[in-house]
């Protein structure tokens, strides 16, 4: 199947630093990308929707002047926290489709922020 | 409203044993249903979606547009089906709203 990675998986910051967290399509490209973050025991909520070569769609309730997403490629997203707080804290997951209309996510492994 | 709703955040059952994971959902659309899981230390993967109709792993599950639901089944548990899983729902927008979540602990 195809393989989705996120560097790094895990991060460990002080408050009031940004934070870029990548996401990469390693066999496939990918026009969407999709950005989730989870809290301990929680599901996963969809943060945003990033498309190759244009703006990201942000939920409702999501800063995107503080969660930035950049999808510069068909095999790259990047999601940057900006000025992190200790309620940033999550586990951030991206996951992409294999195609435009395709209906399996591929997700990424995740990575773990931890702010101090 | 759109909504997935696993109302079990922990089913525990004996190895040998039926398991049902409940998922209802809540869409005006023609629904697209999916079942993720996460085994531990794993990231999340597909197990089946609806359309397929598929059985995998032993598991199946069948929409039932009457009663909304899309329960996931499978007749005997084993231990390594011990996991996260997430039932799913693709939306028009191509978007994937996730329920809560139910975690599996299949006892020896």
């Known amino acids: 199947g195809a393989v989705v990675s996120q560097h790094p998986s895990r991060v460990i910051c002080k408050s009031g630093t940004s934070v870029k967290i990548e996401c990469r399509s390693l066999?496939?490209?990918?026009?969407?990308m999709f950005w989730y973050r989870q809290f301990p025991k929680q599901s996963l909520m969809l943060m945003a929707t990033?498309?190759?070569?244009?703006?990201?769609?942000?939920e409702q309730g999501v800063e995107k002047d503080k969660f930035l997403i950049n999808h510069a490629s068909l095999t790259l997203s990047t999601l940057t926290v900006t000025s992190a707080h200790p309620e940033d804290s999550s586990f951030y997951i991206c996951?992409?489709?294999?195609?435009?209309?395709?209906?399996?996510?591929?997700f990424g492994p995740g990575t773990r922020l931890t702010v101090l | 409203a759109q909504r997935v709703t696993q109302p079990e955040k922990l089913l525990s059952v004996f190895k040998g044993a039926p398991v049902e994971l409940k998922c209802n959902y809540s869409?005006?659309?023609?629904?697209?249903l999916f079942w993720y899981v996460q085994y531990s230390r794993q990231r999340l993967q597909l197990l089946l979606r609806?359309?397929s109709r598929e059985s995998i792993k032993g598991f199946t599950a069948d929409l039932n547009k009457g009663e909304t639901s899309f329960h996931l089944k499978k007749p005997f548990a084993q231990e390594e089906d011990s996991a996260m899983y997430y039932c799913?729902?693709?939306?028009?927008?191509?978007?994937?709203?996730f329920g809560a979540g139910t975690r599996l602990f299949v006892k020896a």
């Open positions: 996951s992409a489709r294999v195609n435009q209309g395709g209906v399996e996510q591929f």
């Open positions: 066999d496939f490209q990918a026009t969407t």
């Open positions: 990033s498309n190759e070569g244009s703006k990201a769609t942000y």
């Open positions: 869409y005006s659309g023609s629904p697209e």
């Open positions: 609806h359309i």
């Open positions: 799913a729902l693709l939306t028009g927008g191509f978007k994937t709203i």
